[in-house]
């Protein structure tokens, strides 16, 4: 089965640089779509990122210019590079991908990671 798995959360200074990873597993055809969001404490999530194909993209005001949304097709591997960060930047970062494999015959599936933790604090 599809799983994805995040990685490169943790503790960071204000201003500091962080790159989070999706990395996606199982019988693959195409990764149609991906996204991160965040939700931070008492908090809904919300969308940080969005890549649908090529070079199209959308963020959300709150960090852009900061932030970039980046696939690594032949990995099966999404990336977001989070430069400048703020406090409010704090929350629990969820990648969310569409993807078409075998095991759906086709058919595109929505898919969550189970989550990184990114904490902007002196």
């Known amino acids: 089965q599809v799983q994805l798995v995040e990685s490169g959360g943790g503790l960071v200074q204000p201003g500091g640089s962080r790159r989070l990873s999706c990395a996606a597993s199982?019988?693959?055809?195409?990764?149609?779509?991906m996204g991160w969001y965040r939700q931070a404490p008492g908090q809904e999530r919300e969308l940080v990122a969005a890549?649908?194909?090529?070079?199209?993209?959308a963020y959300a005001d709150a960090v852009k210019g900061r932030f970039t949304i980046s696939r690594d097709n032949a990995k099966n591997t999404g990336y977001l590079q989070m430069n400048s960060l703020k406090p409010e930047d704090t929350a629990v970062y969820y990648c969310y991908a569409a993807i078409t494999s075998a095991q759906t015959m086709g058919r595109m599936t929505g898919y969550w990671g189970q989550g990184t933790q990114v904490t902007v604090s002196s």
């Open positions: 199982g019988s693959i055809t195409s990764i149609n779509g």
């Open positions: 890549i649908h194909s090529g070079v199209s993209t």
